[in-house]
T-cell receptor, first 115, second 114 residues
Framework: AQSVTQLDSQVPVFEEAPVELRCNYSSSVSVYLFWYVQYPNQGLQLLLKYLSGSTLVESINGFEAEFNKSQTSFHLRKPSVHISDTAEYFCAVSWPGFGNEKLTFGTGTRLTIIP | KAGVTQTPRYLIKTRGQQVTLSCSPISGHRSVSWYQQTPGQGLQFLFEYFSETQRNKGNFPGRFSGRQFSNSRSEMNVSTLELGDSALYLC?????????????FGSGTRLTVV
């Protein structure tokens, strides 16, 4: 079965330190990959996505993720985190195809920034 | 442009009752998906509607149903509520290119079943 794995349920990081949130997926066919962020008492916000082409994708707030087909990974990174990055981050995958418009989510990683 | 509007934001119901949740997608979007979020099961896909037709369905019992109207607004209904139905229900709005643009989520309806 196709699935998404986020190995780290919680990641504490000091402010201004770098962070990597890991995401692995299992699939034998092409996929779309997404990272969403959820702040307390809010819905999900799209952070960035990989559809095809360049394997490195960036968001407007300094996050980036790299698609690695051989390792079936899509890890999220930021070189220097800020207090405002405290949130839960979800990796999601979709298998493009007619009528298959659904996202399969990982279990989430709670990022806590330590001042 | 206005975002995705979900009403109500909070709801408390008694076991055995039924409930209807509403979602208004972004203007012009024709796809509406519903997800259930719980601490134990995480985010799970319920169903997706496109132009008033259910296009995809997740692995939920028949007590969970939905519909979409001609103005793309969608409702989700849960009958015979169980304690385990307590969750945050999220609605996602999709445009013409669907997932290629990524979905826009609403703030959710938090349902508590007592």
């Amino acid at each position: 079965a196709q699935s998404v794995t986020q190995l780290d349920s919680q990641v504490p990081v000091f402010e201004e330190a770098p962070v990597e949130l890991r995401c692995n997926y299992s699939s034998s066919v092409s996929v779309y990959l997404f990272w969403y962020v959820q702040y307390p008492n809010q819905g999900l916000q799209l952070l960035l996505k990989y559809l095809s082409g360049s394997t490195l994708v960036e968001s407007i707030n300094g996050f980036e993720a790299e698609f690695n087909k051989s390792q079936t990974s899509f890890h999220l990174r930021k070189p220097s985190v800020h207090i405002s990055d405290t949130a839960e981050y979800f990796c999601a995958v979709s298998w493009p195809g007619f009528g298959n418009e659904k996202l399969t989510f990982g279990t989430g990683t709670r990022l806590t920034i330590i001042p | 442009k206005a975002g995705v509007t979900q009403t109500p934001r909070y709801l408390i119901k008694t076991r055995g009752q039924q409930v209807t949740l509403s979602c208004s997608p972004i203007s012009g979007h024709r796809s509406v998906s519903w997800y259930q979020q719980t601490p134990g099961q995480g985010l799970q896909f319920l169903f997706e509607y496109f132009s008033e037709t259910q296009r995809n369905k997740g692995n939920f019992p028949g007590r969970f149903s939905g519909r979409q109207f001609s103005n793309s607004r969608s409702e989700m209904n849960v009958s015979t509520l169980e304690l385990g139905d307590s969750a945050l229900y999220l609605c996602a709005s999709g445009g013409g290119t669907g997932l290629r643009d990524g979905y826009t989520f609403g703030s959710g309806t938090r349902l508590t079943v007592v």
